[in-house]
Antibody, heavy 120, light 109 residues
Framework: VQLVESGGGAVQPGRSLRLSCAASGFIFSNYGMHWVRQAPGKGLEWVGFLWYDGSNKDYADSVKGRFTISRDNSKNTLYLQMNSLRAEDTAVYYC??????????????WGQGTLVTVSS | EIVLTQSPGTLSLSPGEGATLSCRASRSVSSTYLAWYQQKPGQAPRLVIYGASRRATGIPDRFSGSGSGTDFTLTITRLEPEDFAVFYCQLYGSSHPVTFGGGTKVEIK
């Protein structure tokens, strides 16, 4: 299993950025996927989640209405469209695979992350 | 919304010692929904424990999880040099979006 994020970089407040997460080593279309972020020197913050088929999604209140998660199962890729970016969105963004089973709900594989810096 | 509070914030220990990390939920949760992650500097988080007490694939048996209701514990017996890291507990389940605790840093004394 491998998850590789890309698309991070420096962007001005109010602008947009799209992150990608390329998946391999598993049947991508069978799994829900999450985005989790980590501000510099801070803890983990969940950003949002998308079902395996894209039919259901959920977002943290801090990004609701500004961020959109989507996926292209034909390309084994997850996306995070980030609009109206703010300084407080500065963070390393991770994608992670979702597992839901009778013994537990958890994120079992994570990408290496991509850094987004929002600054004027 | 359920809040997860981890304690202590930092644990200073020597290799070979044992570590006990606490995660307290603001309301009772099913143990099925409680997981622990380890994060080393510059690396992504790594799943350690899920379902409160089940070790993830490849995790050595010196790591164990326990607890129920509002109080959960991650125990590391005989700390190895590679175990020093930040550990996060996580709640995720039915009616519970993903929530992380603030983390406990296990540092070398």
């Amino acid at each position: 299993v491998q998850l590789v994020e890309s698309g991070g970089g420096a962007v001005q407040p109010g602008r947009s950025l799209r992150l990608s997460c390329a998946a391999s080593g598993f049947i991508f279309s069978n799994y829900g996927m999450h985005w989790v972020r980590q501000a510099p020197g801070k803890g983990l913050e969940w950003v949002g989640f998308l079902w395996y088929d894209g039919s259901n999604k959920d977002y943290a209140d801090s990004v609701k209405g500004r961020f959109t998660i989507s996926r292209d199962n034909s390309k084994n890729t997850l996306y995070l469209q980030m609009n109206s970016l703010r300084a407080e969105d500065t963070a390393v963004y991770y994608c992670a695979r979702d597992v839901v089973e009778s013994s537990g709900w958890y994120l079992d594989y994570w990408g290496q992350g991509t850094l987004v810096t929002v600054s004027s | 919304e359920i809040v997860l509070t981890q304690s202590p914030g930092t644990l200073s220990l020597s290799p070979g010692e044992g570590a006990t990390l606490s995660c307290r939920a603001s309301r009772s949760v099913s143990s099925t929904y409680l997981a622990w992650y380890q994060q080393k500097p510059g690396q992504a988080p790594r799943l350690v424990i899920y379902g409160a007490s089940r070790r993830a694939t490849g995790i050595p048996d010196r790591f164990s999880g326990s607890g129920s209701g509002t109080d959960f514990t991650l125990t590391i017996t005989r700390l190895e040099p590679e175990d020093f890291a930040v550990f996060y507990c996580q709640l995720y389940g039915s009616s519970h979006p993903v929530t992380f605790g603030g983390g406990t840093k296990v540092e070398i004394k």
